[in-house]
């Protein structure tokens, strides 16, 4: 008989999210009559603005015509989104990357997950804890974690971010060979100011690590020193990959773009004693296994940088950034301890004392019929939090802040 990968079979299941839906699910059975609101919710509510559906319209007429019909496109990207890309997110910053070291996809989720393919299979992991968990099991589909102790993996180095370092991450005791990183972060909402992401660049640097860096929510940034792209930092082109996303950026979760940005100057041992370039291998590995992000979808992509797109995506990012500030300002009213969203739509809170975040979980849905995410789900150093998002409709957050206070 055929035999499954033993790496998948360590894997759990994603516990997390089912044991939310089947306890909302029985709550709803229980309370047919009670609208329940999601504070827990990760994706985006607000429909695509003018802009990008009128492009993705164009778009999808072009396919219908001879001279304008496209089949197989690039599987790196066209160029007229990848020069897009260098133009408005880079070149604004003062960055200088060229358009062949930006590779266009269907998401962050899957670049990610990917990417740690191009490393041996016996690199060593670090991963912030809490975290958002994509970067932990592909690692562990790869083989690369150990085993799972309860919820840890003993193959991969955690670096806690807590209020006790100011969610700034400590250099590990083991040299990583690859380093998560995530700003705006996923679960906690907090960002790095320049000086502190310019130390991990250093740290990088000197240990010949490759940090993986993460800035699905670059959009959300308000702080003038956090930046918004590591390449902003010295030296980081030659040790860091970033990934970026149009999914909270301009409402494509649903629609699906991203992309991955690999320097040239970043090179890797070839074990050999040699170098290689990991912007060749990205290549090589897209271009076998991948086909590119469809044109309508680059076509909507390219008009998120146009004048109107903008201000269309800018008036929808703020909307879910007033909901992250009525959020957090209601919940530090209530005597708890919030953390983030002032720089990312995600708030991650103290629970009271006393509880935990899953008895916190229950207590917000059995007392005020509201969904958040129990905090342990995203590592050992996530017990103690439940984190909130600022996705919802105004009405709903509105809403949910009074069914908070009547409970906290
Ligand atoms: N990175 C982080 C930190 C995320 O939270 C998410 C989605 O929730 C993603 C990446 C996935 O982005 P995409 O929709 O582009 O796959």
């Given at each position: 008989?055929?035999?499954?990968?033993?790496?998948?079979?360590?894997l759990?299941?994603?516990y997390?999210?089912?044991d939310i839906?089947r306890?909302v699910?029985a709550?709803?059975?229980?309370?047919?009559a009670q609208r329940?609101?999601?504070l827990?919710?990760?994706?985006?509510t607000r429909p695509l603005?003018?802009?990008?559906?009128?492009?993705?319209?164009?778009?999808?007429?072009?396919?219908g015509?001879?001279?304008?019909f496209r089949?197989?496109g690039p599987?790196?990207?066209?160029?007229f989104l990848?020069?897009?890309?260098?133009?408005?997110?880079y070149?604004t910053?003062g960055?200088?990357?060229?358009?062949?070291?930006?590779f266009?996809?269907?998401?962050?989720k899957?670049?990610?997950?990917n990417?740690?393919?191009?490393?041996?299979p016996?690199?060593r992991?670090?991963v912030?804890d809490?975290v958002y968990p994509?970067?932990v099991d592909s690692?562990?589909?790869?083989g690369?974690a150990g085993?799972?102790?309860?919820?840890?993996w003993?193959?991969?180095?955690?670096l806690?971010s807590?209020?006790d370092?100011?969610?700034?991450?400590?250099?590990?005791?083991?040299?990583?060979?690859i380093?998560?990183?995530?700003?705006p972060?996923?679960?906690?909402?907090a960002v790095?100011s320049?000086?502190?992401?310019?130390?991990?660049?250093?740290?990088?640097r000197?240990?010949?690590?490759v940090i993986?860096?993460?800035?699905?929510?670059e959009?959300?940034?308000?702080?003038?020193?956090?930046p918004?792209s590591?390449?902003e930092l010295?030296?980081?082109?030659e040790?860091?990959v970033e990934?970026?996303?149009?999914?909270?950026?301009?409402?494509?979760?649903g629609?699906?773009c991203?992309?991955?940005?690999?320097?040239?100057?970043l090179?890797?041992?070839d074990?050999?004693?040699?170098?290689?370039?990991?912007?060749?291998?990205?290549?090589r590995?897209?271009?076998?296994?991948?086909?590119g992000?469809?044109y309508?979808?680059?076509?909507?992509?390219?008009?998120?940088?146009?004048?109107q797109?903008?201000?269309?995506i800018?008036?929808?990012?703020?909307?879910?950034?007033k909901?992250a500030?009525?959020?957090?300002s209601?919940?530090?009213?209530?005597?708890?301890t919030v953390?983030g969203?002032l720089?990312?739509?995600?708030?991650w809170v103290?629970?009271?004392?006393?509880s935990?975040?899953?008895?916190f979980?229950?207590t917000?849905?059995?007392?005020s019929?509201?969904?958040c995410?129990p905090?342990a789900?995203?590592g050992?150093a996530g017990e103690?939090y439940?984190r909130?998002?600022?996705?919802?409709?105004?009405?709903d957050?509105?809403?949910?802040?009074?069914?908070?206070?009547?409970?906290?």
């Open positions: 008989m055929t035999t499954a990968n033993p790496d998948f079979l360590k759990q299941n994603n997390l999210f089912a839906a306890k699910a709550y709803k059975a229980a309370h047919p329940v609101i999601s827990g919710i990760g994706d985006v603005p003018p802009a990008i559906l009128a492009a993705l319209h164009r778009a999808v007429e072009d396919m015509e001879a001279a304008l089949g197989y599987e790196q990207g066209y160029d990848r020069h897009r890309i260098i133009e408005c997110d070149a910053r960055v200088r990357l060229g358009a062949d070291e930006v266009v996809s269907d998401g962050a899957s670049d990610i997950g990417f740690q393919e191009l490393f041996a016996n690199s992991v670090a912030t809490p994509v970067y690692n562990a589909m790869a690369r085993n799972l102790r309860g919820t840890v003993d193959g991969i180095i955690y806690p807590t209020p370092n100011d969610f700034v991450p400590e250099f590990p005791a083991v040299r990583p060979d380093i998560y990183l995530c700003y972060n996923n679960p906690t909402g790095l320049r000086a502190a992401l310019q130390a991990w660049v250093d740290y990088a000197r240990q010949n690590s993986l860096y993460d800035s699905a929510y959009a959300f940034i308000t702080d003038p020193d956090v918004h590591i390449y010295d030296g980081a082109q040790v860091a990934f970026r996303s149009f999914s909270k950026t301009a409402g494509f979760t629609l699906r991203a992309y991955t940005v690999v320097p040239k100057a090179q890797i041992s074990g050999e004693g040699g170098k290689v370039s990991l912007n060749a291998l990205w290549n590995r897209q271009c076998t296994k991948y086909n992000c469809p309508i979808v680059q076509r909507a992509a390219e008009a998120v940088y146009s004048p797109g903008q201000v269309e800018k008036t929808i990012i703020a909307a879910y950034q909901n500030a009525q959020l957090r209601a919940v530090s009213g209530m005597g708890l953390y969203g720089n990312a739509p995600y708030l103290s629970v009271p004392q006393g935990d975040s899953w008895v979980f229950d917000l849905l059995q007392e019929a509201l969904i995410t905090g789900g995203f050992a103690g439940v909130l998002t600022a996705f919802g409709a105004p009405q957050t509105a809403e949910a802040i009074e069914r908070l206070r009547r409970v906290c």
